[in-house]
């Protein structure tokens, strides 16, 4: 539907004159055999005559930058007027736009080979700069000189890192010395736009490799890794360095941005909590409470939202925990974390295990344990948090309980159903409490 619609608005602005091209990521999806996400049109028409074409279906959102946003068919699209970008003093925006006269000055100016394509509305391709054999070839390549492009735009750097690693694509010889040798410029970005690059590049398919490859890259916003490189762990649990077990358990959890950060930060404490015994073994006592501690400066840092930063810095502290493998144990963490992040804890413990020694991969079959007993639990409609209680605040509230009493006694009658000396059934709860409040002295 979206090429669809977008055709009609290419059609309106070449019957009025003016030449125009799909540009960008929807023609290298296209050619991918992809359904692109968005259908960006490059066009000869200045903002002020898109408007005046589109009437109340144009909407001005950048027209500084030439580009006016049209309504069609319900959905939107964005058309930008053909240009050149001058110089960029702040590594992030071009200091003037210049409206170009052609579409091939316009595919000069972009990132990539494979972003650099044009497409007729009715499907002939315009490739002046090998696009379509770097699909072909599964590459990344900037366009003309990478060292130029980057300094344009920092953020260049990691988007090319994010290409590769959610397309699964090799950067080319002199894109990736480029990348290795202007890295520091990524100390320009703002925050918001590393961390949506960054999402996506975690859950890419060639993370591991792009990761491995490039950790000078990631250490210029996040130098709390830096240290990790090659950093020997000389434990019996572990066969890798610390930087390469991370990566590889950042690999083995489901590409979801919060169980991906939790697996890169995960261990970041150990450097500076690690002990030396007797025979040469290190430890890393209290290491999950210090890299949670970093994990929420990090992500704090990189203006994570919130929640997200919330659940991943939880997962981090729990991680190395031992929870007994039990409807007693199990129940209670449940009841701590919740059942989505006791799931993630479980997938967390999973992935960290199996980036360790082979021997040891019998941690595995525990995790695998303590999944069957939650579905057990839950199969058999077991209480696991306070929602689940068969009383709530009305029922203590009627009974004269206030404030903090409230939530202080549904704790106690939950810890009393989790572990089975009290049935979750609303005149045996109330009969608990009576009972209690009688002892009290």
């Known amino acids: 539907m979206g090429r669809e619609q977008a055709t009609r608005i290419i059609e309106i602005l070449e019957k009025a004159g003016f030449p125009a091209y799909f540009v960008g990521g929807c023609v290298r999806d296209t050619l991918l055999g992809r359904e692109p996400e968005d259908w960006d049109i490059a066009s000869a028409a200045r903002?002020?005559?898109?408007?005046?074409?589109?009437?109340?279906?144009?909407?001005?959102?950048?027209?500084?930058?030439?580009?006016?946003?049209?309504?069609?068919?319900?959905?939107?699209?964005?058309?930008?007027?053909?240009?050149?970008?001058g110089r960029y003093s702040d590594g992030r925006h071009p200091d003037q736009v210049t409206f170009a006269g052609s579409i091939r000055e316009d595919l000069a100016r972009r990132d990539f080979t494979i972003n650099a394509m044009a497409m007729e509305k009715g499907g002939r391709i315009l490739d002046l700069y090998g696009g379509i054999s770097d699909?072909?070839?599964?590459?990344?390549?900037?366009?003309?000189?990478?060292?130029?492009?980057?300094?344009?735009?920092?953020?260049?750097i990691l988007r090319a890192l994010r290409f590769a690693a959610t397309l699964g694509f090799a950067i080319e010889p002199s894109t990736a010395d480029a990348i290795h040798r202007e890295a520091r410029l990524l100390e320009r970005v703002a925050a918001e736009r590393i961390l949506a690059e960054m999402?996506?590049?975690?859950?890419?398919?060639?993370?591991?490799?792009?990761?491995?490859?490039?950790?000078?890259?990631?250490g210029v916003f996040l130098p709390e890794l830096l240290p990790c490189v090659g950093f020997d762990q000389r434990n019996i649990h572990h066969c890798y360095d610390l930087?390469?077990?991370?990566?590889?358990?950042?690999?083995?959890?489901?590409?979801?941005?919060?169980?991906?950060?939790?697996?890169?930060l995960h261990d970041?404490?150990?450097?500076?909590?690690?002990?030396?015994?007797?025979r040469g073994q290190m430890h890393f006592y209290g290491h999950p409470k210090v890299s949670a501690a970093m994990a929420e400066d990090i992500c704090t840092r990189l203006r994570m939202r919130k929640k997200d930063r919330e659940?991943?810095?939880?997962?981090?502290?729990?991680?190395?925990?031992?929870?007994?493998?039990?409807e007693k144990g199990i129940g209670s963490a449940v009841r701590a974390l919740g059942e989505e992040n006791f799931r993630r804890l479980l997938a967390v413990k999973r992935a960290d295990n199996r980036a360790q020694a082979p021997e040891y991969r019998w941690v595995c079959q525990k995790v695998d344990r303590a999944?069957?007993?939650?579905?057990?639990?839950?199969?058999?409609?077991?209480?696991?948090?306070?929602?689940?209680?068969?009383?709530?605040?009305?029922?203590?509230?009627?009974?004269?309980y206030e404030g903090r009493e409230i939530g202080a006694a549904l704790e106690w009658l939950l810890e009393g159903v989790i572990a089975g000396e009290m049935d979750?059934?609303?005149?045996?709860?109330?009969?608990?409490?009576?009972?209690?409040?009688?002892?009290?002295p």
Request: one cysteine or more.
């Open 47 to 85: 903002p002020e005559q898109v408007m005046a074409l589109f009437g109340a279906d144009a909407l001005p959102t950048g027209c500084k930058h030439g580009t006016v946003t049209v309504k069609s068919g319900g959905e939107a699209f964005e058309v930008t007027t053909f240009r050149t970008d």
């Open 135 to 156: 699909l072909k070839g599964e590459t990344i390549r900037c366009v003309r000189n990478a060292r130029i492009r980057f300094e344009e735009d920092a953020l260049r």
């Open 199 to 218: 999402n996506k590049l975690l859950c890419g398919k060639g993370c591991r490799e792009i990761l491995l490859a490039y950790p000078d890259v990631l």
């Open 243 to 264: 930087y390469t077990h991370t990566v590889l358990s950042v690999d083995s959890v489901a590409a979801e941005p919060v169980l991906r950060w939790t697996m890169l």
């Open 268 to 278: 970041i404490g150990k450097v500076n909590t690690f002990t030396e015994d007797e």
């Open 311 to 326: 659940d991943i810095v939880t997962l981090i502290a729990w991680h190395d925990r031992d929870i007994p493998v039990t």
């Open 371 to 400: 999944e069957e007993i939650l579905e057990e639990l839950l199969r058999k409609k077991q209480c696991l948090c306070l929602k689940d209680l068969a009383v709530n605040g009305n029922d203590l509230l009627a009974l004269g």
């Open 424 to 440: 979750n059934k609303r005149d045996a709860l109330l009969a608990a409490l009576a009972k209690k409040n009688l002892l009290l």
